[in-house]
Protein backbone atom coordinates (compact mmCIF):
# COMPACT_ATOMS: atom_id res chain seq x y z
CA UNK A 1 0.00 0.00 0.00
CA UNK A 2 1.01 3.69 -0.51
CA UNK A 3 0.00 6.26 1.71
CA UNK A 4 0.55 10.40 0.61
CA UNK A 5 1.01 12.84 3.68
CA UNK A 6 0.12 16.65 2.11
CA UNK A 7 2.01 19.34 5.18
CA UNK A 8 1.98 23.02 4.69
CA UNK A 9 -0.88 25.59 3.64
CA UNK A 10 -2.73 27.67 6.37
CA UNK A 11 -3.56 31.06 6.20
CA UNK A 12 -1.56 33.92 4.24
CA UNK A 13 -2.54 37.62 3.31
CA UNK A 14 -2.67 38.75 -0.05
CA UNK A 15 0.81 38.88 -1.15
CA UNK A 16 2.08 36.85 0.46
CA UNK A 17 3.58 32.85 0.08
CA UNK A 18 2.86 29.52 1.33
CA UNK A 19 4.31 26.01 0.50
CA UNK A 20 3.10 22.80 0.41
CA UNK A 21 4.76 19.13 0.25
CA UNK A 22 3.23 16.01 0.12
CA UNK A 23 5.35 12.81 0.75
CA UNK A 24 4.87 9.60 -0.45
CA UNK A 25 5.80 6.24 1.10
CA UNK A 26 5.14 2.43 1.19
CA UNK A 27 5.44 -0.09 -1.71
CA UNK A 28 6.69 2.65 -4.28
CA UNK A 29 8.93 1.29 -7.61
CA UNK A 30 9.33 4.41 -8.81
CA UNK A 31 6.85 7.86 -9.22
CA UNK A 32 5.63 9.11 -13.11
CA UNK A 33 3.88 12.47 -12.67
CA UNK A 34 3.79 14.54 -9.59
CA UNK A 35 0.77 16.91 -9.81
CA UNK A 36 -0.68 19.63 -7.61
CA UNK A 37 -5.03 20.57 -8.00
CA UNK A 38 -7.05 22.86 -5.89
CA UNK A 39 -10.90 23.25 -5.45
CA UNK A 40 -12.82 26.13 -4.43
CA UNK A 41 -16.13 26.03 -2.85
CA UNK A 42 -18.69 25.26 -5.15
CA UNK A 43 -16.21 25.06 -8.28
CA UNK A 44 -14.31 21.81 -9.80
CA UNK A 45 -11.11 20.76 -9.10
CA UNK A 46 -8.91 22.07 -11.33
CA UNK A 47 -5.15 21.66 -12.34
CA UNK A 48 -2.34 23.74 -11.13
CA UNK A 49 0.40 22.26 -11.47
CA UNK A 50 2.77 19.04 -12.97
CA UNK A 51 6.08 17.85 -13.30
CA UNK A 52 6.64 14.75 -15.09
CA UNK A 53 9.58 12.11 -13.83
CA UNK A 54 11.81 13.94 -16.11
CA UNK A 55 11.59 17.44 -15.06
CA UNK A 56 9.05 19.38 -17.54
CA UNK A 57 6.78 21.14 -15.98
CA UNK A 58 2.95 22.84 -16.59
CA UNK A 59 1.09 25.22 -14.87
CA UNK A 60 -2.48 26.58 -14.78
CA UNK A 61 -2.30 30.17 -16.47
CA UNK A 62 -3.70 31.36 -13.23
CA UNK A 63 -0.52 30.48 -11.53
CA UNK A 64 2.12 30.86 -14.10
CA UNK A 65 5.13 32.85 -12.51
CA UNK A 66 3.72 32.81 -9.13
CA UNK A 67 3.12 29.48 -8.35
CA UNK A 68 6.73 26.69 -8.33
CA UNK A 69 6.22 22.94 -8.19
CA UNK A 70 9.84 20.66 -7.48
CA UNK A 71 10.23 17.16 -6.63
CA UNK A 72 12.49 15.16 -4.78
CA UNK A 73 12.73 11.52 -6.62
CA UNK A 74 14.54 10.16 -3.16
CA UNK A 75 12.42 11.47 -0.91
CA UNK A 76 9.38 10.89 -3.09
CA UNK A 77 7.79 14.38 -2.62
CA UNK A 78 6.20 16.81 -4.50
CA UNK A 79 6.56 20.77 -3.28
CA UNK A 80 4.11 23.75 -4.43
CA UNK A 81 5.85 26.95 -3.58
CA UNK A 82 3.16 29.76 -3.76
CA UNK A 83 4.03 33.26 -3.80
CA UNK A 84 2.34 36.38 -4.27
CA UNK A 85 -0.73 34.80 -2.85
CA UNK A 86 -4.41 36.28 -4.05
CA UNK A 87 -7.85 35.28 -2.45
CA UNK A 88 -8.45 33.57 -5.69
CA UNK A 89 -5.82 31.04 -4.54
CA UNK A 90 -8.53 29.76 -1.67
CA UNK A 91 -8.92 26.28 -1.78
CA UNK A 92 -8.36 23.23 -0.55
CA UNK A 93 -5.39 21.64 -2.20
CA UNK A 94 -4.94 18.38 -3.03
CA UNK A 95 -1.36 16.59 -4.39
CA UNK A 96 -1.98 13.51 -6.86
CA UNK A 97 0.97 11.01 -7.21
CA UNK A 98 0.93 8.35 -10.63
CA UNK A 99 3.10 5.71 -8.58
CA UNK A 100 4.77 2.51 -10.56
CA UNK A 101 4.11 -0.31 -7.77
CA UNK A 102 6.18 -2.46 -10.33
CA UNK A 103 7.77 -1.59 -13.47
CA UNK A 104 4.96 -2.49 -15.27
CA UNK A 105 2.21 -1.14 -13.14
CA UNK A 106 1.15 2.46 -12.11
CA UNK A 107 -1.85 3.82 -10.43
CA UNK A 108 -2.84 6.84 -9.32
CA UNK A 109 -3.47 8.63 -5.03
CA UNK A 110 -4.15 11.45 -4.14
CA UNK A 111 -3.33 12.92 -0.85
CA UNK A 112 -6.26 14.30 2.02
CA UNK A 113 -6.19 17.73 1.35
CA UNK A 114 -5.23 21.03 3.12
CA UNK A 115 -6.42 23.96 3.06
CA UNK A 116 -4.73 27.06 1.88
CA UNK A 117 -6.96 30.81 2.72
CA UNK A 118 -5.64 33.66 1.43
CA UNK A 119 -6.95 37.17 2.62
CA UNK A 120 -7.66 39.88 1.16
Known amino acids: QVQLVESGGGLAQAGGSLSLSCAAS????????MGWYRQAPGKQRELVAA???????NYADSVKGRFTISRDNAKSTVYLQMNSLTPEDTAVYYCSLDIKRTAYYSEGYWGQGTQVTVSS
Open 26 to 33: GSIFSINT
Open 51 to 57: ITSGGST
